[in-house]
């Protein structure tokens, strides 16, 4: 007797090894992120740079990110498999891990920021519009979610690694890095056997069998909307980027000398209070949460420069997870509404817009306030800051159309 062979997974199941792993190569970039942040302190005692360096180093990443999605960004949807750009983007990602995980210098660590900043800017856009297609194929609605936990999960456990490293002095400056670099080529090689689908091959062409419809007219109705998502993703971004450029260092002032290690789970803190609301907020339509995380943005970040005015690192720990939340709840809704409007012919450049507008908007923010940190002096800056979040914030409330 012939055995009978097994019946074939449903489209879902199929689906679910290459989301794991686009998942994973989404988190193993964004360890990239934040794992120095709590090394910041650590390596400005050694070779002794004022802040604007410190703001600089997480500036180059974002603009590594920026160039790459500047030249890469609707690559992924002319080329006949995502992976093409996914898969040299895992190796620069584990290029970059090893660079800054073994500098020996100031120079050699913006090498590797950049490099970090380059692999990430070619995965996001291109991981993002495959996760979209994935979408399309067994229509489910995961994309964002799935994305935005990724990301939030990466950004999380960057710090709590280093912190643990710095803690147990187990090769502080190294061993986080080799950990994104040992995760880059796993999900490389999960990107390379496992089951990728075929017609996620060809996104655009298996959807849409008639000619490619320019990107202008695609987007003619909605290119308000798609600027107000990115605005959104700005706001969001430039107060992330705060945290983990400067979060580590803001809380430290407030604690006992040599609570270095302890201070650096402050941008893990502010990462699992957005993940656990990405996760809460799933279900919540979009124009929902953006409205909530804006609010919740604005009100954090005066709640936290009030405790830091005020020395009081409590405070400061208490307003940083509501600001953790509201950074979720419109990072998703953000999320959301642009899954929602992109036409699937453009999904990756629309994606790579998406997120140089962030990009672009965290990296000038951070670089100009650790200028004017220098300048004028902390508080000033962060009071400053307070009206700036503010009026963002309303400006979005009142002119958004979610």
Known sequence: MTASLPPPLPLSGRLAVPRAFLALALVGALLGSTTPSPLYGLYQSLWNFPSVVLSALYAVYAFGVLLSLAALGGLSDRLPDRRLILLPALAVVGLGALSF????????LFFGRLLAGLGTGALTGSANAALMDFDNLDRQRRAASLASIAFTAGAALGPVISSVALYLDFWPRSSPFLLIAALALLAGLGLVFGDWPRPAKTPACAERPTARQPLGRAMASLWPAFAMVCAVLVLGWAVGSLFIALGSTLLASLLPAGA?????????????????????????PAGRAIRLGCMLLAAGWAGCTFSLAQGLAWGFCLFTLLCGVGYGA?????????????????????????????????????????????????????????VCVGLAAAAILWRGRF
């Open 330 to 386: 419109s990072f998703v809704g953000a999320m959301g509404h642009l899954a929602a409007i992109a036409p699937a012919e453009h999904r990756g450049t629309l994606s790579s817009l998406f997120y140089v507008a962030g990009y672009l908007g965290s990296a000038l923010g951070i670089l100009g306030i650790g200028a004017l940190i220098d300048a004028a002096g902390l508080l000033p800056t962060m009071r400053g800051l307070v």
């Open 101 to 108: 995980g073994f500098a020996d210098d100031p120079q050699a």
């Open 260 to 284: 270095l290690a302890a201070a650096g789970l402050i941008v893990a803190a502010f990462q699992i209070a957005a993940g656990v609301t990405q996760f809460l907020c799933r279900r919540l």
